[in-house]
T-cell receptor
Framework: EDKVVQSPLSLVVHEGDTVTLNCSYE??????LLWYKQEKKAPTFLFML????IEKKSGRLSSILDKKELFSILNITATQTGDSAVYLC?????????????FGKGTLLTVNP | DAGVIQSPRHEVTEMGQEVTLRCKPI?????LFWYRQTMMRGLELLIY??????IDDSGMPEDRFSAKMPNASFSTLKIQPSEPRDSAVYFC???WGQGDGYTFGSGTRLTVV
């Protein structure tokens, strides 16, 4: 069964700090890894990663995948209070259940002013 | 595009009562997912529909749970009878095909007392 472990479970930082969130996974026949941001409501899509070593970037957020070591990191630079949220990592396999996303439990990020 | 629309936003009910959660997917999306989110278990897939047909209901916890998708624009998740351990946030999500990034609805927060 596919498995995703995120660390840390929670993190408190000050505005302007840089944070790194971790996601390790076990999946049969890896297809993709996705990052979501969840504020008070629905998870919203951030990135999808399929290839090792290729950084995806959007503003102050970036993410990279290591398929050999089976992990991904999400970096946020110059954090702002609006970055406070739960960040979810999910994986999808390329087998018979390739429609399914298996989620980690998330990292709760709190950015204090 | 109004996104994935779920109703109600909040539901408080007494143990033993029937609960019906509703979802309208994004027009044109042919895959629909029901997920449940709890602190203990995170986000878990309950059921997946493709072209209105249930493909995988292995995540439905018990016979008390049932889901239908009578047409491409509407789905329901029913719990009968409800129990306190069903308290959670229930998300509906949709995608085109098995699209890599689902779009989630805002969720229904269910409390069974």
């Amino acid at each position: 069964e596919d498995k995703v472990v995120q660390s840390p479970l929670s993190l408190v930082v000050h505005e302007g700090d840089t944070v790194t969130l971790n996601c390790s996974y076990e999946v049969t026949n890896f297809r993709s890894l996705l990052w979501y941001k969840q504020e008070k409501k629905a998870p919203t899509f951030l990135f999808m990663l399929t290839s090792s070593g290729i950084e995806k970037k959007s503003g102050r957020l970036s993410s990279i995948l290591d398929k050999k070591e089976l992990f991904s990191i999400l970096n946020i630079t110059a954090t702002q209070t609006g970055d406070s949220a739960v960040y979810l990592c999910a994986v999808r396999n390329s087998g018979g259940s390739n429609y399914k996303l298996t989620f980690g439990k998330g990292t709760l990020l709190t950015v204090n002013p | 595009d109004a996104g994935v629309i779920q109703s109600p936003r909040h539901e408080v009910t007494e143990m033993g009562q029937e609960v019906t959660l509703r979802c309208k997917p994004i027009s044109g999306h042919n895959s629909l997912f029901w997920y449940r989110q709890t602190m203990m278990r995170g986000l878990e897939l309950l059921i997946y529909f493709n072209n209105n047909v249930p493909i995988d209901d292995s995540g439905m916890p018990e016979d008390r749970f049932s889901a239908k998708m009578p047409n491409a624009s509407f789905s329901t998740l029913k719990i009968q009878p409800s129990e306190p351990r069903d308290s959670a946030v229930y998300f509906c999500a949709s995608s085109w095909g098995q699209g890599d990034g689902y779009t989630f609805g805002s969720g229904t927060r269910l409390t069974v007392v």
